[in-house]
């Protein structure tokens, strides 16, 4: 009976990835669950966006991060976390089918907090007062004012 060499184990394949598995695991799982959405009609939903997944190092949880054009309503925002938890059990059943993954997070859904922050920023840039051109500071010179050169001064 021959021997193996190496103990046994089959030599690992080089492999072109540069990045972790986890973030390739959010990009895959962040298209299939977009994917799954386009092809559903929810008129509750409006214009909704998947905009990221994060799934945690031992598959046990997704958090799908989603994002409206709408205003921030706590009552909307309610209606449209309800839908979407409607369709939970079908977007699991969808990414354990195409993800091939050994272990199907559950999907949780919340709205995407970097771009309520963004939309609470722009809101409060809106709502300032402009000043005029003339009363800004120039931006070169930081918070010294230059003084005015004299009549005959050479620049």
Known sequence: MAK???GGKRPRQATNRHYPRTARLN???TEIIADYFERTDEDELGFMTITGAEVDADL???QVYVSTLEEPDPE???IVLDVLASHRKSVQRVIA????????PDVVFSFDPAVRAGARIDNVLAGLDRLPAADLPDP???DEQAEEPAEGDDV
């Open 4 to 6: 193996r060499s190496g």
């Open 76 to 78: 909307r925002d309610e």
């Open 97 to 104: 089918r195409e993800a091939k993954l050994r272990k199907t």
């Open 60 to 62: 046990n949880v997704c």
């Open 27 to 29: 990009a895959l799982l």
């Open 140 to 142: 070169l010179l930081g």
